[in-house]
């Protein structure tokens, strides 16, 4: 059974940093490719960052570049999702998300929410 547990959001002012967290079971996480989405309130699911199975490539949307960054640990399957420099903005529910076989699967998201 395929399983995605996103952990590490909490509440944080301006300009901080979290480090989010996606744990994986049930299939061979070294060869999927892993993406960050995120969900404002009342908005739709929007992209945030995509790294490759090996993690020898990473992508990332404009608003969050040079401030996110994405990594894995094949050998732990786990992907993270630095934050740096956090903006009000970014206030969402954060969600680790991959495709097999044609299905999407994401987790039950990890809430960030950044106000002073």
């Known amino acids: 059974q395929v399983q995605l547990v996103e952990s590490g959001g909490g509440l944080v002012q301006p300009g901080e940093s979290l480090t989010l967290s996606c744990t994986t079971s049930?299939?061979?996480?070294?060869?999927?490719?892993m993406n960050w989405v995120r969900q404002a309130p009342g908005k739709g699911l929007t992209w945030v960052a995509t790294?490759?199975?090996?993690?020898?490539?990473?992508s990332y949307a404009d608003e969050v570049k040079g401030r996110f960054t994405i990594s894995r640990d094949n050998s732990k399957s786990t992907a993270y999702l630095q934050m740096n420099n956090l903006k009000p903005e970014d206030t969402a529910v954060y969600f680790c998300q991959m495709a097999r076989r044609g299905v999407d699967y994401r987790g039950q998201g990890t809430q960030v929410t950044v106000t002073s």
């Open positions: 049930g299939f061979v996480f070294s060869n999927v490719v």
């Open positions: 790294i490759t199975s090996i993690g020898s490539r990473t």
